[in-house]
């Protein structure tokens, strides 16, 4: 039975990447062949030398909103967990005992008051007014970058091809890409909104006991044919854990396999042993220890193998997380 900590490895501080690199797509790119264990060290440029023609390539084209907040007063953080609308928001706010229904919160010329507490803890916030979330707003970034957003990420902490607001997070297997490299690649896109739970700590000494988040999912019917079409012809190469967890989410009880459009949410927990039934190639970034992402990516690969590689990552001095480098798993 797999714990927690059979995820873990040790990794330096200093190979945490706080910045992007001044170039989006000159990203180092560790290539994992699952089949031979080999392992390449190649630049992230290099991925149109590996993906074939009939290959189809899926994105995430979430787009990542300024979802925290502080009030007025600097006492209160917000984070926009959910937009139910304009003026009714879910909210993560922190310190939880201030803010108990009836209780409001003032940003900028807005009040909310606290309707209700959800299980979760969460509160459903309602505002007299909008938000002015320009000017008010900023970028959650993860914990792990130890710094406030600022201007560049606005654009940096968000892919080239983003436009279906509602993240809080940013799919970061998808910051590689400029238009120029996608351009060269067969790609279509699906939606899933990036929530708070992705950076939530595994804190069940079980992996079986974990309970996974759940994430605000659309996928097209164009897209969902084309899918179809290159699990008959070439092979579909998933842009980050966050594609995966979709496609594998619907396909779970299909049989034979044929993905329609569909909207929803979804908390699939991706763990050893796993059989994928729709992704064959998967392009993802570096992960923190005992995270469910390296779970996941542990399922994909084989967690020797994956271990293995991260700590050859860690010799060569990889950049890590969210602004670091890529592995492509074939």
Known sequence: MLRTTDFDYHLPDELIADRPLDDRAASRMMVIHRDSGKIEHRMFTDITEYLQPNDLLVLNDTKVTPARFFSNDGKIELVCTHKISELVWECLVRPGKKMKPGRTVEIGDATGTVESILESGNRIIRWNQAVDEETHGRLALPHYMNRESDVEDRDRYQTTFAREEGAIAAPTAGLHFT??????????????????GTFRPVKAEFVKDHEMHSERFHLSQESADRINAAKQTGRVVSTGTTCTRVLESLAKDLHPIELTATSGETDIFINPPYNFKVVDVLLTNFHLPQSTLIMLVSAFANRDL???????AVREKYRFFSYGDCMLIL
């Open 179 to 196: 238009p120029e490299i996608l351009a060269k690649l067969n790609h279509t896109f699906l939606t899933l909104h990036v929530g708070v």
């Open 306 to 312: 994956i271990l293995s590689a991260y700590e050859e």
